[in-house]
């Protein structure tokens, strides 16, 4: 099998490239070449805004299969689509459940409706609301359509992915919680401990997406399957592998909406809304995912951490309560609980 991967060294991509090699499969990479290099991997080195690149990645086909985890610009996809076309026969886009118009309030699946973006948009197409669309959505949007434009249906597999954790993570979201209960003390516990959560591992995304390249068609969503998964499971591992003595104390979503604290971003995988873990992946897992417990991802990602390089990482976000504003927070809950 002959795959192409426009992406490769950050994290999934990293994991679809381990993926495919321990599978036997022949792998190129397109990418700048800044992060590295794995080896028994063809590196074509060149920047996707670039079109001479991909008229000269193009020369180095055909491929089987194209697995892309960098599309975020639909107009950059089309033109690598389109020149990549010829030259490989099917193509799996790793999208994102951004792309509905409910996220992250609504529950979905894949026939809920998603946000409308051309398939030539620019960046700057859509716009930042919270909760809720976001312009990462409208041009993850946009991308589906240009690929699905240059490829045809039959050729295209989609895969929308809800949040996704394990080794390698550079959002910093699994890493945040570790960390925190590394430090000790008193942590809060946002919301219910009973509230079940969906973090998918991203070596099971990248599984399933190597099936796709084999030969599925259509749109999963793709989400963990562990239905044992809740934030207090979560947060319970979190604490074993750290070897905590930290405390959880746990605070309702009540009390940290009143205190201002800013969802998904100042507590990592905290929201309120009722949709945001109510994401069916039935398709996928009719499609033959499967998915790790959520204990596990854990396990691996402090492992990975522990002997991890400090990395400024340019698609990092800034997350996290600061330990002041969280004492601040358990305090007030404290006066006035029942
Ligand atoms: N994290 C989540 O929870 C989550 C949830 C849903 C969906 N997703 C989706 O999952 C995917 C995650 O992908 P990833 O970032 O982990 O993929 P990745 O393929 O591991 O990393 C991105 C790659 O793109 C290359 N790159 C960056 N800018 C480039 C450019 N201008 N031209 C050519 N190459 C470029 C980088 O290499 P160089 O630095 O060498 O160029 C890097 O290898 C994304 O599509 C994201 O939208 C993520």
Redesign the pocket.
């Known amino acids: 099998m002959r795959l192409l991967l426009l992406?490769?060294?950050?994290?999934?991509?990293?994991a679809v490239v381990d993926a495919a090699l321990a599978a036997g499969w022949e792998v190129t990479t397109?990418?700048?070449?800044?992060?590295g290099h794995q080896g028994g991997v063809r590196l074509v080195q060149?920047?996707?805004?670039e079109p001479a690149d991909l008229a000269r990645l193009a020369t180095h086909g055909p491929w089987d299969a194209i697995v892309d985890?960098?599309?975020?610009v639909p107009r950059e996809s089309l033109a690598m689509a389109r020149i990549l076309e010829t030259v490989a026969d099917r193509y799996v886009l790793?999208s994102?459940?951004s792309v509905y118009e409910g996220w992250p309030v609504e529950p979905l699946t894949e026939h809920s409706p998603t946000l409308k973006c051309p398939p030539d948009a620019d960046a700057d197409y859509g716009v930042d609301a919270d909760p809720g669309p976001s312009r990462y959505g409208f041009g993850?949007a946009g991308c589906e359509c240009a690929v699905t434009s240059a490829f045809g249906p039959a050729r295209v597999a989609i895969l929308r992915?809800?949040?996704?954790l394990g080794p390698h993570e550079y959002?910093g979201r699994l890493p945040w919680w570790l960390r925190r209960f590394e430090r000790g003390g008193t942590v809060i516990g946002p919301g219910d401990p009973a509230r079940r959560i969906q973090p998918v591992d991203v070596r099971d995304v990248a599984k399933f997406a190597l099936r796709c390249a084999l030969g599925l068609q259509g749109v999963y969503n793709v989400v963990g399957l562990d239905e044992e998964a809740t934030m207090g499971e979560f947060l319970a591992a979190c604490a074993e592998v750290t070897g905590s003595a930290a405390e959880v104390e746990w605070v309702p979503d009540e009390h940290l909406i009143k205190s201002g604290v800013k969802h998904w971003t100042e507590i990592p995988l905290w929201r309120p809304f009722a949709g945001t873990w109510d994401i069916s992946a039935s398709a996928a897992e009719r499609a033959g995912l499967t998915t790790r417990p959520l204990a596990e991802t854990v396990h691996d990602t402090w492992e990975w951490l522990q002997n991890a390089e400090p990395m400024a990482h340019e698609?990092a976000a800034e997350l996290g309560i600061t330990p002041e504003r969280e004492s601040t927070i358990l305090e007030a809950w404290r006066a006035q609980r029942p």
């Open positions: 992406g490769g060294s950050w994290f999934l991509g990293r397109f990418r700048r070449g800044r992060t060149g920047d996707r805004t985890t960098m599309s975020y790793v994102t459940v993850k992915p809800g949040v996704i959002v698609r």
